[in-house]
Every structure is written in structure tokens, then in C-alpha cells.
């Protein structure tokens, strides 16, 4: 049974740090791009990073470029976002998706085969 479960989240205060994880299992990650969305109540979600499933290219949404870092770990089946600088607008919950077999770059959630259930990350003082 393929998944992936997203940790990491919590409240943190603004120009504050998180660390999320993306575990997988059911399947092999190496075959994956992965990617980070998040998402506000009533609002679409979002793309914020992904990362290929071989050589290790990545992609940001401008708002993150430079504040935010996505790194894995195949053979601990895991993806990570280093999130620094957070600001209070960048509440909500985030969640990793893995992408459709040989899809790149996977930029919208339409090219993502499988979703955690997502982690809550609050930015308040």
C-alpha cells in the first residue's frame, strides 16, 4: 500500500525555522519526483517545491526561492523542506505528493499521483 505521511509541522514564531519529512512507503521513491503544496482553508493549494527523482533538480515558487530548501533521502525513503525566514502568511497546511511516473517538472498538483494526508504549520508571534 503506497504511502506517504508528512511530520514536522508545528507553530513557530515569525523569521522562525521548520524542518517537514515526507516518509513514503509502499513503493520505491528513488522512481518519484516529490513534491511540497500547501494549502489555506478555502483557498487552492498551492505549489511551493519539488524535486526530481534522479539527478536531483529542484524547483521553488518565487515566494520561497532562497528561503526554502527541498533535499531527499532515498534510502531513508524520505523528503525533506527546510523552511527558514516563515512569515505569518505562510500559515496553513502543507503536504508532499509524489509525482506521476517520469513526470518533470511537476509543478501543479494535476501531475501528482499520491498525497499525505498533510502536517499543520502555524507562523504566529
Known amino acids: 500500500q503506497v504511502q506517504l505521511v508528512e511530520s514536522g509541522g508545528g507553530l513557530v514564531q515569525p523569521g522562525g525555522s521548520l524542518r517537514l519529512s515526507c516518509a513514503a512507503s509502499?513503493?520505491?521513491?528513488?522512481?518519484?519526483?516529490i513534491g511540497w503544496f500547501r494549502q489555506v482553508l478555502g483557498k487552492e493549494r498551492e505549489g511551493v517545491s519539488c524535486i526530481s527523482s534522479s539527478d536531483g533538480n529542484t524547483y521553488y515558487a518565487d515566494s520561497v526561492k532562497r528561503r526554502f530548501t527541498i533535499s531527499r533521502d532515498n534510502a531513508k525513503s524520505t523528503v525533506y523542506l527546510e523552511m527558514n525566514s516563515l512569515k505569518i502568511e505562510e500559515t496553513a497546511k502543507y503536504y508532499c505528493?509524489?509525482?506521476?511516473?517520469?513526470?518533470?517538472?511537476?509543478?501543479?498538483?494535476?501531475?501528482?499521483?499520491?498525497w499525505g494526508p498533510g502536517t499543520q504549520v502555524t507562523v504566529s508571534s
Open positions: 509502499g513503493f520505491t521513491l528513488d522512481y518519484y519526483a
Open positions: 505528493a509524489g509525482a506521476f511516473p517520469g513526470v518533470w517538472p511537476a509543478r501543479t498538483r494535476f501531475e501528482y499521483k499520491y
